[in-house]
């Protein structure tokens, strides 16, 4: 029984042809199973995503076993989205925690989820990834929260435009309040 918070050992992005877009796996070496031996050299991960590509390039599917891994998957017009995890794992949480980081992602890069938009907006992917896992530990599953988190600050729509006029109007204000509090004592 897997009684750990370490739940998650990659997040892969694939382009519709296989090609990788984007791919975190997580080692933790705090976990108390010790470090992951799955997944050590770039070989090795390419081969599974590969193969993970084969399995899960028609659409159609949510959750499958895969090389002994829970693979929860999502489609998203020319990228597929995925969560990595043990074969003992909760598939609804992982599947929640996936959903909620592509609707995240959906706000972010304003309802366009493809791989232009992850490509040029990788530093938010990356954000609101770390936002949703960390170290491979679950740790949101509310998009609009994860979304707040990460999007960029707007900047203040209204101007102040400070010229001699403003300045003058100030100095008057100033001058008043002084006057006034001269005038008390």
């Known amino acids: ?3 750990s918070l370490y739940s998650v050992q990659a997040f892969i992005v694939l382009d519709t042809e296989g090609n990788r877009v984007l ?15 799955d997944f ?3 070989k090795e991960q390419k ?16 959750i499958i076993l895969y090389d002994s891994h829970l693979v929860v998957y999502k489609h998203s017009l020319d990228l597929i989205l995925y969560f990595v995890a043990g074969p003992t ?40 990834l770390d936002e949703t ?7 949101d599953t509310d998009a609009a929260a994860i979304a707040s988190r990460v999007s960029r600050p707007r900047p203040d729509t209204t101007e102040i435009v400070i010229n001699e006029q403003t300045i003058m109007s100030a100095y008057q204000t100033v001058k008043e ?4 509090r001269i005038g008390q004592l």
Not at 48 to 61: A, H, I, M, R, V
Not at 133 to 139: E, F, R, S, T, W
């Open 1 to 3: 029984m897997n009684l």
């Open 23 to 37: 791919a975190k796996y997580y080692r933790p070496k705090s976990h108390p199973q010790g470090e992951s031996k």
């Open 40 to 42: 050590l050299t770039l």
């Open 47 to 62: 081969a599974f995503e590969k193969g993970l590509w084969q399995k899960t390039k028609k659409p159609g599917g949510d």
């Open 89 to 128: 794992e909760n598939e609804l949480m992982i599947h929640s925690a996936l959903c909620s980081l592509t609707d995240a992602l959906t706000m972010l890069l304003r309802n366009q989820l493809e791989k232009r938009g992850v490509l040029e907006n990788l530093d938010m992917v990356l954000l609101c």
């Open 133 to 139: 896992i960390d170290d491979g530990i679950i740790v």
């Open 177 to 180: 309040k002084m006057q006034q």
